[in-house]
């Protein structure tokens, strides 16, 4: 019975010190709090990835008719003043194409395939550079992501916006019971960019004048999340 007279008294005491820290034998009060702050910034930059994908009858066929489709868009991306540090081949890929027939599985020939991340600096241009893309029949050309270079001083906005809601909500809190925040003892946070109005590109067709590809980059939404631990007194 005194084994679990003990264990009742000791669960109570840890139940009465949480959100407490213990310093030698004082008592030290704490107060959590979160806040987040958001900055809104324009980008600079937009990146894709390019894909080709050609069928022969042997792998060398089929590579060959990949090469020269995706030296064709390489060419034309150079062609656009796109550096070579914003052209990363990202896969390659070859395999066996099969086919059913007559309720068997057969081969039918060799699949090549080839993919490109590119990364375009100059946004007036990308909509022109698409258009020289689509030039070269049979690419897949995945969704365009908006970003920018350097988010370093956002994320010190943004930051040092959620901080100062931090400390804010802290000093509440501690004022409803007569208390004072004083000095953190732990500081976390953490930083994401979104875009979330990212429209891709759409078509604008006009009667005088070819169809064109139209870009909207949108905005850039930084968010940095503070997380503070407080002592009161």
Known sequence: MKKYLIIVVTLITILTLTGCRSTGNSITRTIEVSASASVTVEPDIASFSIRVSEKGETTSEAQHKANRKMHALLSTLKAANIEERDLKTTMVSLWPNYEYIDNRQVITGQVASQSVHVTVRNLSALGSIIDSLGEVSGITLNAISFDKEDKSEAEREAREKALTKALSKAGQYAGQVDMRATLPITISEYSV?????????????????????????????????????????
Request: hydrophobic share 40%.
């Open 193 to 233: 960019a979104s875009n979330p109005y990212n429209p891709g590109m759409k078509a604008m067709a006009y009667e005088s004048y070819d169809m064109a590809t139209e870009i909207s980059p949108g905005t850039l939404t930084i968010t940095a999340s503070v997380s503070l631990v407080m002592e009161m007194e």
